[in-house]
């Protein structure tokens, strides 16, 4: 099991009914992954669609809370400063859960000075705004990977909060950034 | 068109599960009728559209569409509601656009809207659309989209200007959640989940 396949695996093992996705090329064989074993191909499966913007995901996602089932965000960290006010005004405050998969940037194997800027104070961001974070980097196996995102799942829904995990692919069998 | 005459004439209209923008279009939609079946967003500007789609897409089709009340600001505001809306193409989506061309919670200040029509906008990216500037005119465009499959868009023209006299909607979210859910599974048990 590749570290990708373990972040698709425990999204669907933590019981969600939908996924939403912003691009990114870490997270692209997470969502490969989501969508093959969804029944699916070319980025779109019954249960896992593209969207544009990180809000909107949060938007569209965390909608489906209110009826009674679980969605999940698979992004990019660098989108939290889009995501920031619909994760804190609407499922933060409606208490709706949501499982928010994300990778790092900005971190060790990073080519790019800037994305530092965002990146870096991502994990104290959501932190400060009420949001559960769980970090996750090479120092775990992809199994664990596995168990700390089907958890971080069933504590949102058990928590009735948004989730976020961060996951650096850095050393790991992903690409960094 | 006042916003409140429209909002009255929604809210008799709707027995739908309802996603309404913040200020003073919640107020006014909870001053004419408060009900169960109304998801105020009492901030989260521009979100109305991504959460109407996200409900959209997750109750079945045997319940009513799912209406969302939006303003041209908070559209503006998140745009990218329509191509993702058009592209996911959800059967039982009907956003209601009240267009007053102006920011009307945050000193009237104009938005795009007196230049860019809003309603060929969705038109261009695979809403059924429909245009109105009276009471009357809602009521049969909104009758018309209700038979429609697919994504639908109502831009409706109404006056810039808030109704007066209408007391802030001072709810904690939260409450709002579980009337809206429960309102859900009571009354439309058989499209949500278990």
Redesign the interface.
């Known amino acids: 099991m590749t570290y990708a396949e373990a972040v698709a695996d425990g999204i669907w093992a933590a019981g969600t009914?939908?996924v939403g996705y912003i691009p990114s090329v870490s997270v692209a064989p997470v969502v490969n992954s989501l969508v093959a074993t969804d029944g699916g191909a070319d980025g779109v499966s019954p249960r896992v669609?593209?969207?544009?913007?990180e809000?909107?995901?949060?938007?569209?996602?965390?909608?489906?809370a209110?009826?009674?089932?679980l969605?999940a965000v698979v992004m990019q960290d660098n989108g939290f400063g889009n995501a920031l006010?619909?994760l804190t005004?609407?499922t933060l405050?409606?208490?709706?859960p949501l499982l928010v998969f994300a990778n790092t940037r900005g971190s060790l194997g990073e080519y790019n000075s800037m994305i530092h800027s965002i990146s870096q104070p991502v994990p104290a961001l959501l932190r400060t705004a009420g949001l559960p974070v769980v970090e996750l980097d090479r120092r775990s196996s992809a199994e664990d990977w596995r168990d700390t995102v089907k958890e971080a799942g069933v504590h949102a829904v058990m928590t009735y909060r948004p989730v976020v995990v961060l996951g650096s692919f850095w050393n790991t069998d992903g690409k960094a950034a | 068109m006042k916003r409140i005459e429209a909002l009255q004439a929604l809210a008799d209209l709707t027995g739908h599960p309802v996603v309404v923008t913040c200020a003073a279009t919640s107020r006014e939609l909870a001053s004419v009728k408060d009900s169960d079946n109304h998801l105020y967003l009492l901030d989260a500007m521009g979100l109305v559209g991504s959460v109407a789609t996200g409900l959209a897409l997750s109750l079945d089709t045997s319940a009513p569409k799912v209406v969302g009340i939006e303003g041209d600001g908070s559209l503006l505001m998140n745009p990218n509601v329509l191509p993702t809306g058009g592209y996911l193409a959800p059967d039982n989506l009907l956003l209601v656009l009240l267009d007053n061309g102006v920011y009307g919670s945050t000193g009237d200040l104009p938005t795009y809207s007196s230049r860019i029509d809003l309603g060929r906008l969705a038109a261009a990216v695979g809403w059924t659309t429909r245009s109105t500037a009276t009471v009357d005119g809602l009521k049969t465009a909104f009758g018309e989209l209700l038979t429609v499959r697919g994504p639908a868009f109502l831009h409706a023209r109404i006056e810039a200007g808030n109704a007066q006299g209408i007391e802030k909607l001072l709810i904690d979210p939260v409450t709002i959640t579980d009337r809206f859910t429960r309102w859900l599974r009571e009354v439309h048990a058989s499209a949500v989940a278990a």
Request: aromatic share 10%.
């Open positions: 009914a939908r669609t593209p969207l544009s913007r809000e909107e995901a949060i938007g569209v996602m965390g909608a489906v209110f009826t009674g089932e969605g006010t619909a005004t609407f405050s409606y208490h709706l």
